[in-house]
T-cell receptor, first 111, second 115 residues
Framework: LAKTTQPISMDSYEGQEVNITCSHNNIATNDYITWYQQFPSQGPRFIIQGYKTKVTNEVASLFIPADRKSSTLSLPRVSLSDTAVYYCLVGDEGSARQLTFGSGTQLTVLP | GAVVSQHPSWVICKSGTSVKIECRSLDFQATTMFWYRQFPKQSLMLMATSNEGSKATYEQGVEKDKFLINHASLTLSTLTVTSAHPEDSSFYIC???????????FGEGSWLTVV
């Protein structure tokens, strides 16, 4: 099971780009990398998923280097409403323990 | 996108009673559902994995007789906290995955308060 390591917290200001990096040195060949966002008293919300290189959707980009031992979630022009905990998870569909959550990163966006 | 719904959103029960929390996949069939609990300011802890039509697999340290999980259909899994005690008070979250794809979708969570 690939363990993930993220910064515990990050602060940013409105309108800035935020990059959150996650380390997953033991990622397996079949593992995908998925990022979730969680607000207090809510379930995690899917943000983006990737396997390698770069993935972009309407809310974020995910950068994955060739060795896949880390990944970076990029949030462009954050707003106050992006204040949340962000979790990076790795796993594959067949693993019953696919989603073991690490500590996550508390992102605080300041005005 | 895919939707997973939990019910109830919050529940208060007396110590010693049992309470059931439902998890439904609304627009896809979920072969596997996961149950988590989360204490304030902490991360999610996986409690068990529920596969449709078979017994749930519990994580180490989770009492299977206390946290009964049933996954009777491809769209519904239930978690029953039996003989609840105040220390069982927590935020319980379910998630589900479909036959294909690697994405897991989470429910809104259910707050349980045992008094």
């Amino acid at each position: 099971l690939a363990k993930t390591t993220q910064p515990i917290s990050m602060d940013s200001y409105e309108g800035q780009e935020v990059n959150i990096t996650c380390s997953h040195n033991n990622i397996a060949t079949n593992d995908y990398i998925t990022w979730y966002q969680q607000f207090p008293s809510q379930g995690p919300r899917f943000i983006i998923q990737g396997y390698k290189t770069k993935v972009t959707n309407e809310v974020a980009s995910l950068f994955i280097p060739a060795d896949r031992k880390s990944s970076t979630l990029s949030l462009p022009r954050v707003s106050l409403s992006d204040t949340a905990v962000y979790y990076c998870l790795v796993g594959d569909e067949g693993s019953a323990r696919q989603l073991t959550f690490g500590s996550g990163t508390q992102l605080t966006v300041l005005p | 996108g895919a939707v997973v719904s939990q019910h109830p959103s919050w529940v208060i029960c007396k110590s010693g009673t049992s309470v059931k929390i439902e998890c439904r996949s609304l627009d896809f069939q979920a072969t596997t559902m996961f149950w988590y609990r989360q204490f304030p300011k902490q991360s999610l802890m996986l409690m068990a994995t529920s596969n449709e039509g078979s017994k749930a697999t519990y994580e180490q340290g989770v009492e299977k007789d206390k946290f009964l999980i049933n996954h009777a259909s491809l769209t519904l899994s239930t978690l029953t906290v039996t003989s609840a005690h105040p220390e069982d008070s927590s935020f319980y979250i379910c998630s589900a995955s479909s036959f294909s794809g690697n994405t897991i979708y989470f429910g809104e969570g259910s707050w349980l308060t045992v008094v």
